[in-house]
C-alpha cells in the first residue's frame, strides 16, 4: 500500500516552497484511521525558521484530530532515497511505534524501506522521564 503514499508524496512535493536550497521534498503519511494527510518543505529566508516535509504532514495529522501514524513515505528528486533528518525521526517516534515503515522514494523510482526504531534507535522516550 506504499505506492498510494508515495503518489500523495510526489504529489505534495510539486507546492514545496524551496527557494534557498531549490531542494524539494513531499511526504504523506496514513494514520491508524486509514486517513492520508499530506506535507511539503516550507523554507524561510532565516534559514532555520523552515520546515521539513515529515513535519508538515505531522502537523495536518494533529491538526485533524490524529496522532498516531501507520506508515509514511518521503520523497526527493536526489540520487539516493532521503531519508529524514535527526530532527524529524524524533518527531515520527512522538506519533508511530518503533515498528512502523518509512518508505523513502526518489523521483526516479528507488525506494528505501525502514522502520522507525531502525532510523532512531535508542530513541529519547517519555519512559526516560520517570521517576
Ligand atoms: N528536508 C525535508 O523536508 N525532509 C527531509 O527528510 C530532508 C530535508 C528539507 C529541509 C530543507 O527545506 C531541504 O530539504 C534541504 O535540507
Known sequence: MSEDL???????RENAYAPHSGFRVGAALRTVSGVVHVGCNVENVAYPEGTCAEAGAIAA?????????????VIADSPAPVPPCGGCRQKLA?????????????TGG??????????????????????
Open 110 to 131: 528507488a525506494r528505501l524501506g525502514m522502520t522507525v526504531a531502525e532510523l532512531l534507535p535508542g530513541a529519547f522516550t517519555a519512559g526516560h522521564m520517570e521517576r
Open 61 to 73: 495529522m494533529v491538526a485533524a484530530g490524529e496522532r498516531e501514524i501507520a506508515e509514511i513515505a
Open 6 to 12: 508515495i503518489a500523495a508524496a510526489r504529489q505534495v
Open 94 to 106: 512522538e506519533f508511530a511505534g518503533g515498528e512502523v515503515p518509512v518508505v523513502m522514494a526518489t
